[in-house]
């Protein structure tokens, strides 16, 4: 059975940074990519990086210049470095891994697993 799990959440002030890790275990994932959402109180969960299986990266605009995701795919992990956050930061991020096709990494629907999710609040 897949499980993917967040950790690295926390409680922050506005400029702070975070390091968020996800852990994938059941399958291995070093042909797979896997990416980060997040979801504020009352939105819609939303598209924020991805590490793709050759190695590259693509951001959502938002986060361009202060996250980084990292991916170590041959263990099965991923990271999102968070630096500069703000308070607009604030949400659930979750980890998202196996992308049905390379057209819809940016949705919801994009992906086959998901984690529960870590908490990140920016405080002003």
């Known amino acids: 059975q897949v499980q993917l799990v967040e950790s690295g959440g926390g409680l922050v002030p506005a400029g702070g940074s975070l390091r968020l890790s996800c852990a994938a275990s059941?399958?291995?994932?070093?042909?797979?990519?896997m990416g980060w959402f997040r979801q504020a109180p009352g939105k819609e969960r939303e598209f924020v990086a991805i590490?793709?299986?050759?190695?590259?990266?693509t951001y959502a605009d938002f986060v361009k210049g202060r996250f980084t995701i990292s991916g170590a795919n041959a263990k099965n992990t991923v990271y999102l470095q968070m630096n500069s956050l703000k308070p607009e930061d604030t949400a659930v991020y979750y980890c998202?891994?196996?992308?049905?096709?390379?057209?819809?990494?940016?949705?919801?629907?994009?992906?086959?697993?998901w984690g529960q999710g870590t908490q990140v609040t920016v405080s002003s």
């Open positions: 998202a891994a196996d992308l049905k096709a390379s057209t819809t990494y940016r949705s919801i629907y994009g992906y086959n697993y």
């Open positions: 059941g399958r291995t994932f070093s042909d797979y990519a």
């Open positions: 590490s793709w299986s050759g190695g590259s990266v």
